[in-house]
Each structure stands twice: as structure tokens, then as C-alpha cells.
T-cell receptor
Framework: NAGVTQTPKFRILKIGQSMTLQCTQD?????MYWYRQDPGMGLKLIYY???????DKGEVPNGYNVSRSTTEDFPLRLELAAPSQTSVYFC??????????FGSGTRLTVV | AQSVTQPDIHITVSEGASLELRCNYS??????LFWYVQSPGQGLQLLLK??????LVQGIKGFEAEFKRSQSSFNLRKPSVHWSDAAEYFC??????????FGKGTSLLVTP
């Protein structure tokens, strides 16, 4: 997963707390994505960005916010954590025609 | 509705046996098609992809997939499964726009 860095790798949050999942790429690509993965459900798109300053909602955006002030960074913000947001979160970049690179993921538990 | 379907949630095969994982899509045009593999606790690794041309696509780790337009399918195959192939397999498409749309995955168990 070289080129896409996600932090933290693990996190436990209490209900109502907030946090930011970080995603950084060093390959200067415009397209970046946030997915969540739940058992038996595959990966669902939360938000995506086609360049600095441009973001859009995916399939499951509720409870999340994003920003893209630079090409390199695409943080995902949880404002009021809920148990339903317990999941594994993956950041990805589009690094060519039909080419995608995924980060190693952040495992989040909300208790 | 546009979707990607992996009909088999779990599949068990014996080591050395052949494998076929099914994937069907429902989109108006032929999307870009992908297969990814995820080992437990790991990220996603691309096995192969299809954009156009030859409908039989070769990938890494001895996997191949065949695109069948008439059946809207993109099934993944391997002639002889190894114990290290045990993992979760995801079919994905890019129907249009920019983002991968994933199926729910098939969990592969390999028995001795």
C-alpha cells in the first residue's frame, strides 16, 4: 500500500466523541476516496474527491464530513460517533486508468 | 438499480481443486470490471481487471477471469487452489464516474 498512508490504524471512541481519520498520498493524484467495510457488506463509498477543493457524497455519507484543502490530504471527520460507525475505513486513490491503490485501513470501534 | 452481485457468500474447496467465484453486474453499458482479494486483517490487493478486448483476463497468483457480456458476468477462476488462497474476494465495477462499486464479497475456505 505504498503511497497511501492512513492513520491511525486502530481507534476506540466513546459514543458522541469526534475524531479525524487521516489519509495522505505522496503521488499527486487528484482522485481520492473513503470507503467503509462492514462484515458481509463489502465496501461502501462514503465520500470522494476529484481534486483539491472538490468533494462529493458517496453512498453512505451520513455522519461524516470531508475536506480537501490540498492534493495530498483527504481527512474524514466523524463529529458525533455512533456505534453504527464501528467499521474498517479504507482510503484509496485513483492512480491511473482503472488503477486504484488502497491504504491499509483504520479499524474503528465506537463504544 | 445498478449493482454488483456475488451470489456466493462462502465457498469451501479442497486444496488442489479448481475454483470459480461468480460475479454478476447490472449496468446499462459494460463497466470496467475488477477482482480484489483481501486476506484477514489486510487491505485490498488487485488480482485482475478488464476494460475491453480479450474477454479472458489473466491476473496475479494464477487467477483468471472471463467476461461474458451476454450473461453480464465476470467470474474468477483458478485451476488449482492453494491453502494461501483462503481470503475474501471482491468483485468491483466502475459503472461511470470515478468510484469503484463493490460486491459484498465471497469468503473462500480451503480445506486440506
Amino acid at each position: 500500500n505504498a503511497g497511501v498512508t492512513q492513520t491511525p490504524k486502530f481507534r476506540i471512541l466513546k459514543i458522541g466523541q469526534s475524531m479525524t481519520l487521516q489519509c495522505t498520498q505522496d503521488m499527486n493524484h487528484n482522485y481520492m476516496y473513503w470507503y467503509r467495510q462492514d462484515p458481509g457488506m463489502g465496501l461502501k463509498l462514503i465520500y470522494y474527491s476529484v481534486g483539491a477543493g472538490i468533494t462529493d457524497k458517496g453512498e453512505v455519507p451520513n455522519g461524516y464530513n470531508v475536506s480537501r484543502s490540498t492534493t495530498e490530504d483527504f481527512p474524514l471527520r466523524l463529529e458525533l460517533a455512533a456505534p453504527s460507525q464501528t467499521s474498517v475505513y479504507f482510503c484509496a486513490i485513483r492512480d491511473g486508468p482503472g488503477g486504484y491503490t488502497f491504504g491499509s485501513g483504520t479499524r474503528l470501534t465506537v463504544v | 438499480a445498478q449493482s454488483v452481485t456475488q451470489p456466493d457468500i462462502h465457498i469451501t474447496v479442497s486444496e488442489g481443486a479448481s475454483l470459480e467465484l461468480r460475479c454478476n453486474y447490472s449496468y446499462g453499458a459494460t463497466p470496467y470490471l475488477f477482482w480484489y482479494v483481501q486476506s484477514p486483517g489486510q487491505g485490498l490487493q488487485l488480482l485482475l481487471k478488464y476494460f475491453s478486448g480479450d474477454t479472458l483476463v489473466q491476473g496475479i497468483k494464477g487467477f483468471e477471469a472471463e467476461f461474458k457480456r451476454s450473461q453480464s458476468s465476470f467470474n474468477l477462476r483458478k485451476p488449482s487452489v492453494h491453502w494461501s488462497d483462503a481470503a475474501e474476494y471482491f468483485c468491483a465495477v466502475i459503472p461511470s464516474g470515478y468510484a469503484l462499486n463493490f460486491g459484498k464479497g465471497t469468503s473462500l475456505l480451503v480445506t486440506p
